[in-house]
């Protein structure tokens, strides 16, 4: 049953991430970038005064070149782009002084948000990223006043998600799709294979040390057809080494120019023997092209091999438009919206009925230990997402620059999820999964919130003036 609430106020900090190793997709190489953690206190309605009060956070990594990838951009300023799509959604929500429910919340900001941003020159996928992170913390605070857990509350919409958003649905059924989930026990990692990780050998994609038992692997494409059909060749020939089956993804980071240099690397795989190991275990190409090309580029014949979209997911109709040109599926990330996730895995269920069958994908980005790990594999288990991109433990040192105190409490909290490694804590990985029966705590899958202490405050965006100077 939706309750409603009130939002009392927002803070935002962040604390600084190292990478292990370099992360190179699309266009830029990732060594080091900010984590955003986000405070909220919200007021549920009808407590009494002082009982209804309760925090919520979320957590989540600051991308670079990746919401925005505009070439004429630096890094460090599509990074700024996301601090002021923070800011800007932070002033939106807390000018809505009455009781609402958690997603009346969003739906009532999330048009003047896109507005907003769009004229301080932030594109659509950017300016969500602000609302996703402070819905989950609030999500986060409303299951703490209420007593209940993530599955539970999302089973019962303590939300209040309706579809005032998506008018090709009705809010009967969402709340059917809601009522009927049963999360996922655990959800497979799907090791990401970034374009400069090694390939062969020791560190290799096939060293179990590196890739932890996955059984599953997400390949990056850098967007050239003839380098890309080689690599692919080479990596395909570690992985039949393994000793067992796997299945693999392959993402291009809209690096592919047109249909033409898609259909060039489809042929090659339909047709090169030396890629017949990874054409046969292939499930779906993830967002090839451009977001702008996408939009104007029906897959036509290409569409038998299973597309979906990602970085071209920038609104509540993406998917149904994405949908009209052939693809068959659309990512998850918390990052982008957990309430559209939510809208998307309903699509998906509902068009799948009539004999077609329509998918939503975990690709992970964003998410580090703690927090946003737990989150986002909560809302995967719960939508049904089977198997997920977990790169963020591959490529960031357990918890990274979080106090030895945070990490370990996360560890004490979620047993099933973390393990100390004698060098820190880290992931746990059982039999190439995660576990999920610890997210059943109380509150948005977590028991635990960072050390609000050992957190500097979000760094001030640059306005609009500034950046052009």
């Known amino acids: 049953m939706p309750v409603r609430l009130k939002l009392r106020d927002i803070a935002f900090f962040e604390r600084p991430v190292r990478f292990a190793r370099p992360f190179r997709f699309g266009a830029i190489t990732i060594h080091a970038t900010p984590q955003l953690f986000v405070g909220v206190e919200i007021e549920v309605e009808g407590k009494g005064k002082g009982k209804g009060v309760a925090i919520g956070a979320s957590a989540e990594l ?163 057809p003839m380098a890309d059909a080689a690599r692919l060749a080479r990596i395909g020939k570690e992985l039949d080494t393994l000793g067992h089956d796997y299945k693999v993804t392959l993402d291009a980071n809209e690096q592919y120019a047109d249909l033409a240099a898609l259909r060039a690397l489809i042929d090659r795989l339909d047709r090169d023997a030396a890629l017949r190991s990874i054409s046969s275990r292939l499930l779906y190409v993830e967002q090839p092209m451009p977001r702008d090309i996408t939009r104007q580029s029906p897959l036509g014949s290409l569409a038998a091999r299973g597309f979906i979209i990602d970085e071209a997911d920038d609104s509540y109709d993406a998917f149904p438009a994405a949908r009209a040109l052939g693809y068959r599926g659309i990512s998850s990330k918390s ?26 994908t975990g690709e992970d980005l964003t998410c580090q230990a703690g927090l946003a790990v737990q989150q986002d594999l909560a809302l995967g288990a719960l939508i049904g997402v089977t198997h997920a991109e977990r790169n963020g433990h591959h490529y960031v040192d357990g918890f990274g620059e979080a106090p030895a105190a945070e990490a370990q409490a996360f560890a004490k909290a979620h047993p099933d999820l973390y393990a100390d490694s004698g060098q820190g804590v880290r992931l746990s990985i059982h039999d190439g999964d995660l576990l999920t029966g610890s997210l059943t705590a109380t509150g948005f899958a977590t028991s635990v919130h960072p050390d609000w202490s050992a957190l500097r405050p979000l760094e001030q965006p640059k306005s609009r003036q500034e950046q052009l100077a």
Request: hydrophobic share 45%; net charge neutral.
């Open 62 to 224: 600051l991308v670079p070149k990746w919401f925005d990838k505009r070439p004429e951009l630096s890094p460090a300023q599509t990074v700024d782009g996301l601090r002021r799509s923070l800011a800007i959604a932070r002033d939106l929500y807390l000018a809505q002084t009455g009781f609402d429910t958690a997603f009346g919340l969003h739906a009532a900001c999330i048009g003047a948000q896109v507005v907003a941003c769009t004229q301080q020159n932030i594109p659509p996928l950017a300016a969500a990223y602000g609302p996703a992170e402070i819905d989950k913390a609030i999500l986060d605070a409303l299951l703490r006043a209420a007593d209940t857990n993530f599955f539970d509350g999302m089973a019962g919409n303590v939300a209040g998600i309706d579809a005032r958003l998506s008018s090709d649905l009705q809010d009967s059924d969402i709340a059917q799709f809601l009522a009927k989930r049963t999360p996922l026990p655990r959800v497979v990692v799907r090791h990401t294979v970034g374009l400069d990780d090694i390939v062969e050998g020791e560190g290799g994609v096939a060293d179990a040390r590196e890739n932890a038992g996955a059984r599953y692997f997400k390949l990056k494409l850098s967007g050239d």
């Open 335 to 360: 990052c982008k919206g957990l309430y559209k996730s939510v809208v998307n895995a309903t699509r998906a269920a509902k068009w799948s009925v009539g004999g077609e069958t329509f998918f939503v």
